[in-house]
């Protein structure tokens, strides 16, 4: 892992206190994301994603979650250690963040106009006239047509991928290092999928916009990811470049999940699936937590949790079965 | 969950759409309807009370008292000779002084008590809605009465001693419906934008609320005017000249037996009022259901 990365996640720990217990949400992950990269998260639901996310804006709905220990490191300072002042100049301005469905992550009382210039104005400043050309240019930027009328229309006015432009629009206005995307192309239909990510492809190639993209749509990550991380109940299980990861897959879950998604290139009637399910992270199962579900089980398995290692050229793995077919 | 993505005819979106929209539907509650007529009439007769009434209510005729109603006098003379349709006319202000009056300022300090406990939750939460239930837990003619037995009778005081007993309700409301649109992703959107506790709390919240504030305010008016007219009643409201209807129902109590109009046309208007605006607010709340079950 390089010195250089634009945000550096480190050994984070974040856990919900139910009634039934603690849920280790995300339990100890480190992740390093570079200038102009674009790391993929991908994983099943409630492996963590999304908190990971939240904890790096530190939005962690608290209670019942708190970000137990860890340190986020952002252009050289550490995230959880600002105040919640310092926290409000990050958010928005510095990193930015795309929700999943956009007819729901824009406030239906406002016009689109009011969401964007909300924004500029809070960070940038400047009067009526400026935010309101800088919200034009920047509705311009993501190709809406004609932006000057959009910006009178309502969210509900607007076909969720135009919102989602919309609400990229919004989150890219302060022109952040870091845009943090949860699953920006899950709640549209595949047309607008393709007009999304390409419209992050660009965004990413023009201004230098390093992005942290949530999915579990293996898809959607290889068109959009240059590095992928791979979340299994609260861990990075397996880490690489987006073609090594895909090609190449080391962790049996990974295989397992690329196995399960569909392919054009490939005929088949039933398309494989994981046994079980995801665990209960209240009280997840010892050892690695996959070893139920996995094919190619050991048993130090069982016993001993396997650490993310680096088996050359950035690819790192969590697993004893690659480690024994390493050496063999 | 109905979502209206696609923009079609008739289907109003947006703020100006769903102020449409719910105009529409509004319009549909006869009853609602019916309620607000009679509420834009009583303010009009509020507003040219000294055109309407034909004569000064206070002008006293001791040759004419108890006399049934006329033409002079349309719904007769009190026990003074004073015109009844006249105080009845002026009694309006009254009524909608203290039922707007009261409900305006148990709504602004309700409202930002809700707030408050909604959005911060935990402690503030625990401490507000506690202090809340106390007052809550009061009769509310009982609380209106002690307060008028420290301040004294007087408009200012009336108004004000109802404004408490409704402050409590307007917290509830204003609590649960910020709960609710506190979850909301938009409101989590705004947040990771850089969004401060307090813009977020008046900006982004407090527009959602709104309507829902409305329809309980319009419901609490028919009662705040209940509570006036007991209080007069029983002689802890207004004093004359502010002629409140309670008031006059008390006056003519003396005489119901020989002479039921004193007591009977005041009466009959706090009936009216008070139907008008439970059945506007009914209206209203119906009116507006069908998006709070989206």
Known sequence: MGTDGILRISDLRTHFLTDDGEVKAVDGINLTIRKGESMGLVGESGCGKTVTAYSTLRLVPNPPGRIVSGQIHFKGRDLLKLSEKEMRGVRGREIAMVFQEPASSSNPSFTIGNQIQEVIRFHQGGNRVQVRKKAIEILDAVRIPDPVRILTQYPHELSGGMLQRVMIAIAISCEPDLLICDEPTTALDVSMQAQVINLLNDLRRERGTSLLFITHDLGVLSWVCTHAAVMYAGNIIEQADIRALVKNPQHPYTSALIGASPRLDRDCQVLDSIRGSVPNLTNPPGGCKFHPRCDRVLPVCTEQVPQLKEKGDGHCVACFADSEGGAA | ?294
């Not at chain 2, 420290?150 to 004000?160: D, E, F, I, N, W």
């Not at chain 2, 947040?191 to 305010?217: C, D, T």
């Open chain 2, 1 to 294: 969950m109905i979502r209206g993505h696609q923009k079609s005819e008739g289907q109003g979106h947006g703020q100006g759409g769903a102020l449409r929209e719910f105009y529409r539907r509004f319009k549909k509650q006869h009853l609602g309807v019916t309620g607000a007529i009679i509420v834009v009439i009583l303010f009009l007769t509020a507003l040219f009370a000294p055109f309407l009434a034909p004569s000064d209510p206070q002008r006293v005729d001791l040759s004419n008292t108890l006399a049934p109603p006329s033409l002079k006098h349309p719904l007769g003379t009190d026990h003074l000779g004073r015109d009844l349709l006249s105080r009845v006319i002026y009694g309006t202000r009254i009524v909608l002084i203290v039922g707007i009056g009261s409900v305006a300022i148990s709504a602004f300090f309700g409202g930002l008590a809700g707030l408050c406990a909604g959005y911060f939750g935990k402690t503030a939460d625990g401490m507000i809605m506690r202090c809340l239930d106390v007052v809550w837990a009061f009769p509310p003619i009982l609380l209106a009465l002690a307060l008028v037995a420290v301040r004294g009778a007087s408009l200012s005081t009336v108004v004000l001693s109802i404004a408490v007993v409704g402050i409590p309700g307007h917290a509830r409301i204003v609590r649960g419906s910020v709960l609710s649109i506190k979850e909301k992703t938009y409101i989590m959107a705004a947040r990771a934008s850089g969004i401060g506790h307090r813009r977020i709390l008046f900006n982004h919240i407090l527009p959602n609320i709104v309507a829902p504030v409305i329809v309980v305010s319009t419901l609490s008016i028919a009662i705040c005017i209940m509570i006036e007219a007991t209080l007069s009643f029983l002689g802890l409201g207004m004093r004359p000249p502010n002629d409140s209807w309670g008031f006059m129902v008390s006056e003519g109590q003396k005489y119901l037996r020989t002479y039921p109009y004193y007591s009977l046309f005041p009466g009959i208007m706090i009936m009216v009022v008070v139907f008008a605006f439970n059945v506007f607010g009914d209206g209203l709340r119906d009116a507006w259901d069908p998006r709070l079950k989206t």
